[in-house]
């Protein structure tokens, strides 16, 4: 069977700097997946080239089938892969309900008729708790607030794949709880979900499968506990302790 | 309450057009001529705005499409051709321009991009002074004499009338939305399907139409026009002032704002000759410091706008479709 979604070999060069380094990922449909990793592992890399904001510099993406990688964003956005950012880009001056209404008019591959659009957005805005803030303007809106709102707007592209990039950092332990709600609710709703995540305690409560990165490659996959425990992905996160001065590769 | 409002709101916007069509016969000659030229900038700063406030991008070579018009205009007018078909064809040539220039154009951004475009109009004036034969070079060119200023009095008042609802509908259209879009995080409209180089290039071809028209009406009726007057800062900058002063991105703004500076100009006129030009300056540096979002975004001004619906896209839901969802 052919896989719902697959990276094949990517790897991506910015001048010198390897950013990925042959990274294979496959992701079942109804799934969550987590991709974890140090700072500038290059999870928001694989993201970008994955939404087809980037090219990647050697492999290519799989969507359905599909080789979606060059296809360019909007395309892609077309065929069901949305995706939220990591510091947070709502459309400032636009109010919530016209932030969807962006994602309903223009990110699907039918768009949805006129009469619906409204009431579609609505359904949307009140499924991620934004009912009341609808006429709001994103700017005011709070952190937790424009996370929710991205991913109304994402969700609004009527998804098969969702990808999420840190939608925890910088919240509250309660706003952590709601949100992760949110995305239990979106996953039963029989959307493919791939997030990045810093915090372990999100990861292990809604991730299936975990990969980890450091500096571009893949060290580690499998199930959350299996991560945890790998060695590799320990030293990559604290480092080990003996062998500061004396690693042989470095 | 809504209703009444409405029912006001229509009234005094009738009693208003009645005044302007009643002008002419009234005796205020001066008037007609000060209305005239109001609406000529007042129609440039609207259709400005559609891709300066909506969209975000700052066109500064606007008065390109206005000189373009206007020199489409005074050539057909003295090759024997009516004016409306010179209209029309001064419109279809500034459209196609706009067309052909978005393409690369639009792929600056910010300041990279107004500085482009404000070359447009020195490449298009240098034009003009050398198409001797077709332009009549620097001396400028005269179309066939006449009094035309009361039937153009009228045209202009109807372009200018005939932009507001233009960009009325744009501004609530989903093509309006994208434009807004655009202007908040191009990148991520460009990721959520939003056909970012189609739309910015009809916003250009669009906000180039009631300019030309302007342009071709200015020169019917001042029968006379060189490179300088039509490709001048003045007819330049200041619309994109008004713009700016008024608030920009909301129909309102340039009205107010056009409004706004003729009528200091007025005053200055007789009696600094040259101090608007300084005042362009002062102002812009004002607005700048003291109000960035524009007259009509300040404290005392905005609740009046809104309390007249004519607030932001974003009030104009509040008050229209979404209330009547289940």
Redesign the interface.
């Known amino acids: 069977m052919r896989p719902f979604f697959e990276c094949r070999e990517i790897s991506k060069t910015f001048g010198g700097i390897e950013a990925l380094t042959h990274v294979d990922l496959k992701v079942e449909p109804n799934t969550i997946t987590g991709v974890i990793g140090p700072n500038g592992a290059g999870k928001t890399t694989l993201f970008n080239i994955i939404s087809g904001a980037l090219l990647p510099t050697a492999g290519e993406v799989i969507f359905k089938g599909k080789k979606i990688s060059g296809m360019g964003p909007a395309r892609v956005c077309r065929l069901g892969i949305a995706r939220t950012y990591q510091l947070v880009r709502p459309f400032n001056s636009l109010s919530a309900i016209e932030n969807v209404l962006i994602g309903l008019g223009f990110g699907r591959a039918r768009p949805m008729a006129k009469r619906d659009r409204l009431a579609e957005a609505l359904r949307i805005l009140r499924m991620v708790g934004l009912e009341n803030k609808m006429n709001h303007v994103a700017e005011g809106l709070t952190l937790v607030e424009k996370k929710h709102l991205e991913i109304a707007r994402a969700l609004a592209t009527a998804p098969e794949l969702l990808l999420l990039d840190e939608v925890v950092s910088g919240l509250n332990p309660t706003e952590v709880t709601r949100i992760i709600e949110t995305i239990q609710q979106i996953r039963k709703s029989g959307i493919t979900i791939i997030m990045i995540e810093h915090i372990l305690k999100v990861v292990m409560a809604l991730c299936e499968r975990v990969v980890v990165l450091n500096y571009g490659v893949q060290i580690a996959a499998g199930t959350p506990e299996e991560v945890v425990r790998n060695e590799a992905v320990i030293e990559a996160y604290i480092g080990r302790f003996e062998d500061t001065e004396e690693r042989p590769d470095a | 309450m809504n209703r009444r409002r409405k029912k006001l709101f229509l009234l005094v916007v009738l009693l208003l057009c009645a005044i302007l069509a009643a002008l002419p016969w009234l005796g205020f000659s001066y008037g007609v001529v000060w209305i005239f030229l109001l609406a000529v900038y007042f129609t440039l700063a609207l259709s400005y705005d559609i891709v300066g406030g909506y969209m975000g991008y700052m066109n500064l070579g606007h008065s390109t499409f206005f000189g373009l018009g206007a020199y489409t205009t005074a050539i057909l007018l003295n090759q024997g051709f009516n004016l409306f078909a010179a209209l029309f064809a001064a419109l279809l040539l500034a459209a196609v321009f706009a067309a052909v220039v978005s393409y690369p154009l639009f792929r600056l951004r910010g300041a990279y991009f107004a500085l482009a475009t404000f070359g447009l109009i020195s490449l298009i004036e240098v034009l003009t002074v050398n198409l001797r034969d077709l332009t009549g070079g620097s001396g400028g060119i005269s179309t066939p004499p006449g009094n035309h200023m009361v039937p153009s009095y009228y045209l202009v008042l109807a372009v200018a009338g005939g932009t507001m609802v233009l960009s009325h509908f744009v501004a609530r259209s ?1 093509f309006g ?2 434009l ?2 655009i ?3 191009e ?9 970012t180089t189609l739309y910015k290039g009809l916003a250009l071809v669009i906000s180039s139409a009631p300019a030309s028209l302007v342009g071709g009406i200015y020169v019917w009726n001042m029968t006379y026009i060189s490179p300088n007057s039509v490709f001048g800062l003045e007819i330049a900058l200041s619309p994109i002032i008004m713009a700016m002063l008024g608030g920009t ?1 909301i129909m309102i703004g340039p009205l107010v704002g056009a409004v706004f500076i003729t009528l200091v100009q007025e005053f200055l006129w007789t009696k600094v000759p040259y101090f608007h030009l300084a005042m362009y300056g002062t102002v812009l540096v004002l607005i700048g410091l003291f109000m960035p979002g524009g007259i009509v975004r300040t404290r005392w001004v905005k609740p009046v706008v809104q309390w007249l619906g004519l607030g ?3 009030d104009y ?2 008050n229209g ?2 209330e009547r ?1 289940p």
């Open positions: 989903k939305l994208a807004f879009s202007r908040e995080d990148e991520v409209a460009k990721a959520f399907g939003v056909p991105g932001e896209a974003v839901f509040k479709d979404v969802i």
